[in-house]
T-cell receptor, first 111, second 113 residues
């Protein structure tokens, strides 16, 4: 039982490049989330999913896309990277009883 | 618009001191209030509060929720250097927004030996 795992841990992108941040959970949780955290700030919700095939926008969805083809995986796609997307990205899944557990994060820098 | 405000923004204390961290919120579809500790990595879960006036405790940490006044506090007694971290609070939404968390900006706690 690995919990919530994210890859990669670090990535540097050039402006305009694309990439996919991977998130996997092995706890059979239906609810999964993507957050970003800018330096000195709290976390902001990008997208979330209530189950396979169902996704919805959070607070800051622009510039991102998600898919949820399986219960385990919830990848986040950046199509045209911009410096404003430099941040730490956290994936989370709901453990039931209104709690969320977070993956270790991906630190992304866009230059 | 949903709003979560934490205070103070930062706090510096010495080991053994007691601290109180505040979290006030204005959100729709409130369901519960979560507290997290973040130490240069992913947030780790501390407490989930759903009922007013019922204190939850875990060792030297305790927390309470006031749903009438829309705030929560997190107390840490006999602080240790290992308590140095950012403490985040987040209302957990229900209804059509079920599962959404809106985070405050966090309180940076620094505990000196």
């Amino acid at each position: 039982n690995a919990g919530v795992t994210q890859t990669p841990k670090f990535r540097i992108l050039k402006i305009g490049q694309s990439m996919t941040l991977q998130c996997t959970q092995d706890m059979n949780h239906n609810y999964m989330y993507w957050y970003r955290q800018d330096p000195g700030m709290g976390l902001k919700l990008i997208y979330y999913s209530v189950g396979a095939g169902i996704t919805d926008k959070g607070e800051v969805p622009n510039g991102y896309n998600v898919s949820r083809s399986t219960t385990e995986d919830f990848p986040l796609r950046l199509e045209l990277a911009a410096p404003s997307q430099t941040s730490v990205y956290f994936c989370a899944s709901e453990a039931g009883v209104d709690t969320q557990y977070f993956g270790p994060g991906t630190r992304l820098t866009v230059l | 618009e949903d709003k979560v405000v934490q205070s103070p923004l930062s706090l510096v204390v010495h080991e053994g001191d007691t601290v109180t961290l505040n979290c006030s919120y204005e959100v729709t579809n409130f369901r519960s209030l979560l507290w997290y500790k973040q130490e240069k990595k992913a947030p780790t879960f501390l407490f989930m509060l759903t009922s007013s006036g019922i204190e939850k405790k875990s060792g030297r940490l305790s927390s309470i929720l006031d749903k009438k006044e829309l705030f929560s506090i997190l107390n840490i007694t006999a602080t240790q250097t290992g308590d140095s971290a950012v403490y985040l609070c987040a209302p957990f939404m229900g209804g059509t927004s079920y599962g959404k968390l809106t985070f405050g900006q966090g309180t940076i706690l620094t505990v000196h030996p």
